[in-house]
């Protein structure tokens, strides 16, 4: 539906009437929003502009006698005034220094700790969407064999975080051929990444047949099965659950039921977040606008993080529509910066 653009009154108004309601969650009468307003109106002029508001689609009134509450439609107007005034502050007083000591290191023990920040200062579920291992640019990679049909992968990135990955494979390997692989391809290969070997090697595998028999062949088997099994399973890091269970006025039980089965199958969420990764510093998505009915009470505020102009995921709050988006807008968008700040100065 196409809009007319609001007056600045009946811009505040609606403001008013959506501030109010994620406060308390009840509906907005006419009385109380005169009464916050910072320019002189009565109740009956404020009524005459809620029902203006109502009749397209930003308010709605659950009874007659009721005063209005936002629609998703009033969110969004009102997310996107947020944005207009919001200057993103590098500092939150709600958070310390010391919360940003990221374990340097073992990078998914940091993205944990990151989802683990993300939900104790939200009051909502936190997650961190990790990156793909192939699309890493990488410094040094080692193949270790600890099972007849599994090979772990180490990869050092350029940025020096350490991540390991499990692959499975039906090709029998050595040892001996999994350390000639690994120094193939850091003679090689240094700074691509395994997606990048993996094309490379699929185009011009029979240059390397003959120098390096059949070790070169299940090689590309192996990145082809791996990146393949990557391609379905993301890795989402997940906190806060119980934040959620104490605040059960925010979602009726059914709708808490609904999504806590939905966060237990991780592939689909990721599936969902992921698609959202952007250039955006913060995202912000009311459940409806997904078109799927499990999460149209939730709202999504992400962002991404990422490495000298690489995105490597997203991260970010999952929680009800009636969330404080004036406090957790900044806070997403600076626990974003700072985890690539760690990672680039790693």
Request: aromatic fraction near 10%.
């Amino acid at each position: 539906m196409t809009h007319r653009e609001l007056q600045e009154k009946e811009q505040k108004v609606l403001r008013l009437i959506v501030e109010d309601y994620l406060k308390a969650g009840h509906p907005v009468g006419s009385s109380t929003v005169a009464a916050q307003c910072d320019f002189s109106v009565s109740p009956a002029t404020v009524r005459n502009i809620m029902s203006r508001l109502e009749q397209e689609g930003y308010l709605s009134q659950p009874h007659i006698s009721a005063g209005r509450i936002p629609t998703d439609e009033g969110l969004r107007f009102y997310i996107n005034l947020l944005f207009d005034d919001l200057r993103f502050p590098q500092k939150s007083k709600s958070i310390a220094p010391g919360d940003f000591d990221f374990q340097q290191g073992d990078f998914f023990s940091m993205l944990h700790q990151v989802s683990s920040l993300l939900a104790e200062h939200s009051d909502n579920l936190g997650f961190v969407l990790s990156p793909r291992l192939s699309h890493l640019n990488f410094k040094h990679v080692r193949f270790l064999k600890i099972g007849e049909e599994k090979v772990l992968i180490i990869l050092i990135t350029t940025f020096d975080l350490v991540l390991t990955e499990i692959a499975q494979t039906r090709n029998y390997f050595t040892q001996r051929e999994l350390d000639s692989a690994s120094r193939f391809i850091n003679d090689n290969f240094r700074s691509k990444n395994l997606l990048y070997i993996r094309d490379y090697l699929l185009k011009e595998l029979p240059k390397y047949r003959n120098k390096y028999e059949d070790s070169i062949g299940k090689l590309t088997t192996l990145l082809k099965n791996y990146i393949f099994m990557e391609e379905s399973r993301k890795q989402l890091f997940l906190q806060g659950t119980s934040k959620l269970l104490n605040n059960p006025e925010l979602f009726e039980m059914d709708h808490l039921r609904t999504l806590f089965r939905n966060f237990e199958e991780k592939a689909k969420l990721a599936k969902l977040l992921s698609d959202f990764i952007s250039l955006d510093r913060v995202k912000v998505i009311i459940g409806s606008e997904l078109n799927i009915p499990d999460i149209e009470e939730c709202a999504l505020v992400l962002s991404h993080y990422g490495y000298d102009r690489q995105i490597l995921g997203s991260l970010g709050i999952i929680g009800p529509k009636r969330l404080s988006y004036k406090r957790i807008i900044p806070l997403v968008d600076l626990i974003a910066q700072k985890l690539s700040q760690t990672i680039s100065s790693s």
